[in-house]
């Protein structure tokens, strides 16, 4: 009985570790493909706005690419890059759309990683 549920929970656990393998080794170019086609589903992008946004992640998930085979993975020119990224993408979005993507940038820092709201002390 024990074994079963041991072999059950280590298959559950490499499931979910192929699963995150599987995305790691998406091109440049399909990433920037989905992240275009996201943004363009949430904040209604014009036919202009996505080629310039998925120019600018495509030189972005190139970029990281980069940075990540380099084995030197230097966190801080990661989030300059991320940085960088997310300014020149506001100057291609309305003022609306700017709103709603400080928004999903927002929930994607906080939301996701935490997992949910937190009271005034950090408790759930």
Known sequence: ????????????????AFAQRQDSDMTP?????????????????????QK????LT????????????AQTADREQMRASM???N???AKILTVEQQ????????DRRG?????GTRGPRGEN
Do not use: C, H, P
């Not at 009985?1 to 979910?16: D, G, H, N, P, R």
């Not at 310039?52 to 120019?55: A, G, I, K, P, T």
């Not at 709103?99 to 927002?106: C, H, I, V």
């Not at 939301?111 to 997992?115: F, I, K, P, T, V």
């Open 111 to 115: 939301g996701d990683r935490r997992g």
């Open 83 to 85: 940085e960088t990224y």
């Open 29 to 49: 170019e399909k990433r920037a493909e989905n992240q275009t086609k996201q943004m363009t589903e949430k904040l209604n992008l014009s036919e202009d706005q």
């Open 99 to 106: 709103e709603k993507y400080k928004t999903m940038l927002d």
């Open 87 to 89: 300014n020149e993408v």
């Open 52 to 55: 310039q946004v998925y120019n």
């Open 58 to 69: 495509l030189a972005r998930t190139q970029k990281m690419k980069e940075l990540r085979d």
């Open 1 to 16: 009985m024990k074994k079963t549920m041991l072999a059950m929970l280590m298959a559950l656990f490499s499931i979910a």
